[in-house]
């Protein structure tokens, strides 16, 4: 039972435009939302998250917007840059509940 | 750097065996996360410490434990390997707060032949 779930398993998307990541929930418990960069050969690195009591949340380049009613959220990159290549990690949590739960990822592939 | 560690890197064994593996948590940091990435999947949780006492377990096989010490480094013992054992194991920490910023180790490679 996949509680986050990106379904995109890759993304290409030129330098200097948006890119955009989107992550589904089923828990309507989540409360809390995460989004972690990966790089090859390191661990996930957090990127910037979301509570559920806002819709959006910006920091430079980032935004996360969250759409409750859809159970939908999802990261935007402008303008997307070649370091920006990396898999994307959405993940989520409930209340007082420590454990995150995260989607497979997403791999964004920034073409020059 | 994430400010966590985690020993070894790459570690190759034979089906059957037992490995322990290695993480020291972030200065300040007082929960430590073992999470294990298998080939193309997402992330998934194992167990959570906080201050030496287990908070949270996630997916986590019997043949596997941790623990976390008074120094506040952990350790997750692998037993009984298998084949499907092959995976990437990260540690993470952070203060220990519900939903708080977790901070990853660079992983270690298990590969079980």
Redo the contacts between chains.
């Keep these: 039972d996949q509680q986050v779930k990106q379904n995109s398993p890759s993304l290409s998307v030129q330098e200097g435009r948006i890119s955009i990541l989107n992550c589904d929930y089923t828990n309507s418990m989540f409360d809390y939302f995460l989004w972690y960069k990966k790089y090859p050969a390191e661990g996930p690195t957090f990127l910037i998250s979301i509570s559920s009591i806002k819709d959006k949340n910006e920091d430079g380049r980032f935004t996360v917007f969250l759409n409750k009613s859809a159970k939908h959220l999802s990261l935007h990159i402008v303008p997307s840059q070649p370091g920006d290549s990396a898999v994307y990690f959405c993940a989520a949590s409930a209340g007082s509940n420590y454990q995150l739960i995260w989607g497979a990822g997403t791999k964004l592939i920034i073409k020059p | 750097d994430?400010g966590?560690t985690q020993t070894p890197k790459h570690l190759i064994t034979a089906t059957g065996q037992r490995v322990t593996l290695r993480c020291s948590p972030r200065s300040g940091d007082l929960?430590v996360?073992w999470y294990q990435q298998s080939l193309?999947?997402?992330?998934?949780?194992l167990i959570?410490y906080y201050n030496g006492e287990e908070?949270?377990k996630?997916n986590i096989l019997e043949r596997f434990s941790a623990q976390q010490f008074p120094d506040l480094h952990s350790e997750l013992n692998l037993s009984s390997l298998e084949l499907g054992d092959s995976a990437l194991y990260?540690c993470?920490s952070s203060v220990?707060s519900?939903?708080d910023?977790?901070?990853?180790?660079?992983?270690t490679r298990l590969t079980v032949l």
């Design positions: 994430s966590v929960s996360y193309d999947q997402g992330l998934q949780f959570q908070r949270a996630g990260f993470a220990g519900p939903g910023t977790q901070y990853f180790g660079p992983g």
